[in-house]
């Protein structure tokens, strides 16, 4: 099967999304393989225009399959809030979007630390959006962060969620002097999470046919 790779220079607004929204029309699976919920790609669709910040901007095409790749670090609320947008626009992204079950998880506690470092850094401001994007992917260098997959099973969550939120907030309080994050805040809304993709029993969203295991 062949297939098409859209690499930019690494900066934005270069046009990444105009390209992959050109190919994107004769494409059947589009994944979005790297980064996360930063200042987004736009796309006009008949005169409308969309930002797109996770979902890949292919979902306005009836033909495609939608897959944030392993490489995405991904905030759950920021991902469910594009994607009622996008729904309430008549994008089915619920029906065709897929994540890997490998993609880590954007926390609180990781935007706090972005936000912190560059306040802090004066004049060597590197320009991050402050949505934790850089401290995730420093988490997965170190295999400390958490991923989709740990999110499907409600007991190893707990227990793996319990040790990485001590860990960061000590790390918080000692290292950066920022309050601590809670524990039963992050678990309830990463549970909520697991609920509208419609993976925990007694689900309430049975609509929301979220795939993890791609």
């Given at each position: ?12 607004d270069?046009?990444?999304a ?5 190919l994107s ?26 930002v ?5 901007s ?9 897959v944030?790749g392993n490489?995405?670090v991904?905030?759950?609320e ?11 626009e008549?994008?089915?992204v ?9 993609c880590?998880?954007i ?15 004066e004049?060597q ?11 995730c992917?420093?988490d997965?260098m170190?295999r400390?962060g958490?991923r ?8 190893s969550l707990k ?7 001590e ?7 000692k290292?950066?002097n920022?309050p ?14 697991a ?7 007694g ?7 979220l795939d993890?295991?791609?």
């Open positions: 099967m062949p297939a098409n790779l859209v690499v930019g220079a690494q900066w934005g270069e046009g990444k105009k390209v992959i929204d050109f029309k004769d494409i059947d699976i589009i994944v979005r393989y790297q980064g996360g919920a930063n200042a987004g790609h736009t796309v006009v669709v008949k005169g409308k225009k969309y797109f910040h996770l979902v890949p292919g979902v306005i095409y009836d033909n495609t399959i939608c944030v490489g995405v991904l905030d759950p920021f991902f469910l809030a594009e994607c009622d947008e996008l729904n309430k008549g994008f089915k619920y029906e065709k979007t897929f994540i890997s079950d490998s880590h998880v926390l609180p506690f990781h935007q706090s630390i972005d936000a912190h470092k560059e306040s802090s850094a004049h401001t590197i320009g991050t959006t402050k949505r934790g994007i850089g401290i992917y420093a997965k170190m400390s958490l989709m997959g740990d999110i499907l099973d409600k007991e227990s793996k969620l319990k040790i990485i939120v860990h960061k907030n000590h790390e918080l309080t290292y950066y920022l601590e994050v809670s524990y039963n805040d992050i678990l309830d809304k990463l549970l909520h999470f609920d509208r993709a419609g993976k925990q029993p689900v309430r969203y049975a609509e929301l046919e993890f295991n791609i």
